[in-house]
């Protein structure tokens, strides 16, 4: 397994709340490598606000890291845009923000993550239309994103944060619905913790599905500080066989530094 660790790209607007490293890109890249990690994922908001030549230019060519994931958290954290939002104006600007993320996604030999951008239930229209735009739309983004070789990865989010697809299984469910070849998911124990029953069996239940997966402590920080039982999340890993990223997507408390340098030597020691 490769470990991986979260980056911002620079149009992301700089939080507390953002789950990345942040900053000067190029100086979070340097440092990452410096920390022996094999790669990261980008959490990009608009890639028509970067320059995406340079950065993967960088990261690919002259710092030799590969990168896994394309994240989408802030197209909805800043942007507030989903893909099954009541109105139609909302989802067809998402849909080609979406769309263009899979275009870098495929230029950087990367997948992509659809979190809290699929949307939430809500009461201006019924679940059953809401199923019915999210079956349509995901469809058509898949067969986009399948011309540009490129996996879609459905990452179930705690019902702190959506009302939709909410636990391992539903994610399974939804995969199975679609039946898209390239519609699979991306596993976050902090979010799996909190609405799995088991770890350990939804791993197993979501073995044919699981192409990507998100480490962090059970309140959301630092790998070893807290009660998350990495060791066997690990052994479950291998025997499920496994074997892409893990990566990091954190609080960055107390500080970014901290928390890759912790993590990395965490996580590999336990490896």
């Known amino acids: 397994m490769k470990i991986h660790y979260q980056v911002a790209t620079p149009e992301v607007t700089i939080s507390p709340a953002v789950t990345s490293i942040q900053g000067d890109i190029y100086e979070n890249i340097d440092f990452l490598s410096d920390c022996g990690y094999d790669g990261v994922e980008l959490m990009v908001r608009d890639c028509s606000l970067i320059n995406k030549d340079k950065i993967l230019h960088y990261i690919k060519l002259d710092k030799k890291l590969d990168i896994s994931m394309i994240c989408t958290g802030e197209v909805f954290g800043e942007d507030k845009l989903t893909l099954t939002d009541p109105s139609k104006e909302v989802r067809e600007k998402c849909f080609k923000r979406i769309c263009s993320l899979v275009d870098f996604a495929s230029e950087a030999n990367a997948n992509i993550n659809i979190g809290r951008v699929r949307g939430f239930y809500n009461d201006t229209i019924s679940m059953e239309e809401t199923d019915k735009i999210a079956y349509d739309v995901f469809s058509e983004l898949a067969s986009y994103a ?15 944060q959506t009302n939709y697809i909410n636990s391992t299984q539903d994610g399974i469910d939804f995969c199975k619905r679609l039946n898209k070849e390239n519609i699979n998911l991306m596993l976050d124990i902090y979010h799996m913790n909190i609405e799995d029953k088991n770890i350990v069996t939804s791993f197993y239940e979501a073995k044919m599905f699981v192409k990507h997966v998100h480490f962090a402590e059970n309140n959301r920080r630092i790998p070893g500080t807290c009660g998350m039982d990495f060791k066997t999340v690990l052994n479950t890993l291998n025997e499920i066989g496994y074997d ?3 990566s990091f997507e954190i609080f960055q408390i107390p500080d970014s530094k901290t928390c890759a340098m912790e993590s990395i030597k965490y ?3 336990l490896l």
């Open 244 to 246: 892409r990223v893990i």
């Open 146 to 160: 399948l011309s540009k070789n490129v996996e879609l990865l459905i990452e179930p989010v705690t019902r702190l």
């Open 267 to 269: 996580i590999r020691n």
